[in-house]
C-alpha cells in the first residue's frame, strides 16, 4: 500500500502544489483589492514565478519515480501540438472573437532590464516546460490509468476505457476558464489520442510542450496575455 502511495504522489503532487499557487493567487487577489501596491492587487507577478521555482524543483526530485519512457512518434506528438494550436485560436482567425488582451502582461515592470527579462523568462519556463510535466504527468499519467484501476501503476500506458477518456477529457476541460471549454475538450481528446498511439508520456509531454510553444509565440506577437 504504501508503495501505491508513494506512485501516487510523485504523479500527483506536482499538479496539487500547482493549483494551490492558483488558489493563493486568487485569496490575495481578493484580499488586495483597493491596494495600490502591486504584490497586492497584482500578486501574479510573484506569484507565478515561485509556483514556477516550486514545481519545477518538485519535478525535478520526483523524476525517477516517474515513467516517462524516451519519445515514440515524435512527428505524430509534435504534428498534434501544432493542430492543439489551431483549436485554441481558431475562434478567433475564423470567426473574429474578441481580443484576449487581460492577462500576464510581460511588460508589467517595463519593456527592458533584467525585470522584464526575468518576467519573461520565467513565463515562458512556466508555459513551455513546468506545464506540460505537471499536467500530463498527472491527466495522462495518473488519472488516464487510475480511472482503468485503482493500482494506476500496474495500468500499461495508453490503455483505452471509454470512461477514462471521457472522465480525464471532463477533468481537463474544467480546469479552464468556461470560454475556452470547446478548446478544451478538442485538446484534451487530442492529448489522449498521442497517449493511446505511442503509449510514451514522454510523447504527450512533448505534444503539450510544442502547443504552448507556438501559442506562446501568437501571444507574444498579438498582445493577447489572456491565452496563458
Request: hydrophobic fraction near 55%; glycine fraction near 8%; charged fraction near 15%.
Amino acid at each position: 500500500m504504501n508503495g501505491v502511495r508513494s506512485e501516487r504522489v510523485a504523479y500527483a503532487a506536482p499538479f496539487l502544489v500547482f493549483f494551490a499557487f492558483l488558489f493563493l493567487d486568487a485569496v490575495v487577489r481578493k484580499l488586495g483589492e483597493g491596494y495600490a501596491y502591486w504584490a497586492l492587487s497584482q500578486p501574479r507577478y510573484w506569484i507565478f514565478p515561485l509556483q514556477t521555482a516550486v514545481c519545477a524543483v518538485l519535478l525535478w526530485r520526483l523524476r525517477r519515480r516517474v515513467e516517462l519512457r524516451p519519445i515514440a512518434g515524435f512527428g505524430f506528438a509534435s504534428l498534434v501540438g501544432f493542430l492543439s494550436l489551431a483549436v485554441w485560436i481558431a475562434p478567433q482567425v475564423i470567426f473574429k472573437t474578441a481580443p484576449r488582451i487581460d492577462g500576464f502582461d510581460p511588460y508589467f515592470f517595463g519593456s527592458s532590464g533584467w525585470p522584464f527579462w526575468g518576467t519573461l523568462a520565467a513565463r515562458l519556463f512556466r508555459m513551455i516546460v513546468v506545464v506540460p510535466f505537471v499536467e500530463e504527468i498527472f491527466w495522462r499519467g495518473f488519472l488516464l490509468r487510475f480511472l482503468v484501476r485503482e493500482d494506476f501503476a500496474s495500468v500499461p500506458f495508453g490503455t483505452f476505457t471509454w470512461r477514462s477518456f471521457l472522465i480525464s477529457i471532463a477533468g481537463f476541460c474544467a480546469i479552464h476558464k468556461s470560454e475556452d471549454w470547446p478548446a478544451a475538450i478538442v485538446t484534451g481528446a487530442l492529448f489522449n489520442l498521442v497517449a493511446y498511439r505511442t503509449r510514451s508520456l514522454a510523447a504527450c509531454v512533448l505534444t503539450h510542450a510544442v502547443t504552448n510553444l507556438v501559442l506562446a509565440i501568437y501571444i507574444l506577437r498579438t498582445g493577447q496575455w489572456g491565452f496563458w
